[in-house]
């Protein structure tokens, strides 16, 4: 019996606008001022540019087209797809046919960047070209017979499938896709639902996960079908002004149990939140990377006449009423998420302070928060960690932080930092947490020492709590 048996597909739930994101509308706003004011510029298509080359790279790990070490990635962002930039031995392929297989598979987004670029409505045959143009290296797939005998088929690219592709589980149920017969009608459908949404205006993030999940339901090709569905989505986001949707290795497991969440599978309905909620985050990431790098691009790249022009700006903007409207908003939500954090972890620090000094008397553990005189504290680490999180962290708006210290042979500090987002004042709180550990090596503290990391992992994990509770961090002005 099949773990999950077809249906047509469904339109959006009728409580679709309880999904949309509370937070993306008020982002998209402030980065919308933002792309206004790089137009001229070359910066957004330098970090639209790393984008495109991360969604390329990523879409082909997460769906095991090839192998590439942690790190390499990074470096083929930043520097060009490029096959010398690949070091031998790291890799289950030839570094020569990985990058081919990458440029096609950013081939195929930069065709999404001209569809919208166009305002072309969607159709099956834009769909089919997109999965002609990502399956350009792929010359076979398995496929099983209808008397269920595995075999190697040439893939049919561009065209719809012929024979079920339903695959079976580890646990040996069979997820049944769209059969063959009825693929043509169903993504009829699904062109119909979406062209309706797009005039109800649905959120992108909804409408993004919605077409993502009906479409992978149907599985019309053969082989491929996630990585068109990634750029359906895609294609979404970036006819509202967005981003395109990367989603990588590190995110597989949320992202596969999103979509079966959506599925339904051993339930009478499926729920599209979490996949709504994977893609929102993603989101908020790109917006928060592009709203705190791209005037560091701009700056680096204008002549100084430009920036000098840019810095007047910015100090008339200091005086303008809305900036100050702005400002004073986000430093009373900053001031009221420093008070929840105090009255969420002082009680943890009050028991574990009890219970540390029923160990030794000198051990203890204290909650403290920022004064004037000691506001800069840390400042540094705030900002490393900003940098490697992948946004610009500006403590001189805005600063605070709360620490909680637990003092044994290890003395812990894990620190909450509150302060502005971004180099351009834009009214945008951020919060960030890091762990500071200072470790005298002693052989017969080993035990202690271990008992000390377990308290680190709980007080990450309250950590993790907290930021969920303040709206995944950001707090939009």
Not at 17 to 29: K, V
Not at 209 to 228: C, K, M, S, Y
Not at 245 to 262: F, H, P, S
Request: hydrophobic share 40%; charged share 25%; proline share 4%.
């Amino acid at each position: 019996m099949s773990q999950y048996g077809w249906q047509p597909i469904e339109d959006l739930p009728d409580n679709w606008q309880e999904l949309a994101s509370s937070g993306l509308e008020s982002l998209a706003s402030d980065w919308v001022d933002q792309a206004t004011k790089l137009h001229e510029s070359d910066a957004l298509r330098q970090f639209n540019e790393r984008l495109s080359r991360e969604w390329a790279i990523e879409t082909g790990i997460l769906e095991n087209l090839y192998t590439i070490d942690r790190g390499i990635p990074r470096l083929l962002i930043e520097h060009g797809i490029e096959a010398s930039l690949i070091p031998h031995g790291i890799t289950d392929k030839p570094a020569e046919q990985i990058v081919a297989i990458v440029k096609t598979q950013k081939d195929a987004l930069a065709g999404v960047f001209t569809f919208v670029k166009n305002a072309r409505s969607l159709s099956t045959s834009f769909i089919k070209e997109l999965h002609q143009v990502l399956t350009r290296h792929q010359e076979t797939v398995e496929a099983v017979d209808t008397l269920g005998h595995r075999f190697e088929a040439t893939l049919r690219r561009g065209d719809w499938k012929r024979l079920p592709n339903n695959p079976t589980r580890k646990n040996g149920a069979s997820h049944e896709y769209c059969p063959p017969e009825h693929v043509a009608a169903e993504m009829d459908r699904l062109i119909e639902l979406h062209l309706k949404h797009l005039e109800a205006d649905v959120p992108p993030e909804v409408e993004a996960a919605w077409l993502h999940h009906r479409f992978t339901e149907i599985h019309p090709f053969q082989d491929g079908n996630r990585r068109v569905a990634r750029a359906l989505a895609s294609l979404v986001f970036l006819r509202a002004g967005w981003f395109p949707l990367v989603i990588n290795r590190d995110m597989r497991e949320g992202y596969i149990a999103a979509l079966e969440k959506a599925d339904g599978a051993n339930q009478t309905v499926g729920d599209l939140s979490a996949l709504v909620g994977l893609f929102s985050k993603r989101q908020e990431n790109a917006f928060v990377k592009a709203l705190s790098l791209s005037e560091n691009v701009l700056q680096e790249r204008e002549p100084l006449r430009q920036v000098i022009s840019a810095g007047l700006e910015r100090l008339r903007e200091r005086t303008q009423q809305e900036y100050g409207r702005r400002i004073a908003k986000a430093r009373m939500l900053a001031a009221q998420l420093e008070e929840q954090a105090v009255r969420k972890m002082q009680p943890t620090a009050q028991t574990l302070n009890k219970e540390l000094q029923t160990v030794r008397q000198n051990y203890f553990a204290s909650l403290e928060r920022n004064s004037d005189n000691n506001s800069h504290y840390f400042r540094s680490q705030i900002i490393d960690a900003a940098r490697e999180i992948g946004y610009f962290a500006d403590t001189r708006i805005y600063r605070a932080w709360v620490r909680l210290k637990i003092k044994e042979e290890v003395q812990t500090k894990l620190v909450l930092s509150f302060h502005a987002l971004g180099v351009k004042p834009l009214g945008v709180m951020a919060v960030s947490a890091f762990i500071q550990l200072r470790i005298q090596a002693k052989p017969e503290t080993t035990g202690r020492v271990f008992r000390c990391f377990v308290q680190i992992i709980f007080f990450n994990s309250l950590t993790t709590k907290i930021l969920k509770d303040w709206n995944n961090v950001l707090i939009p002005g």
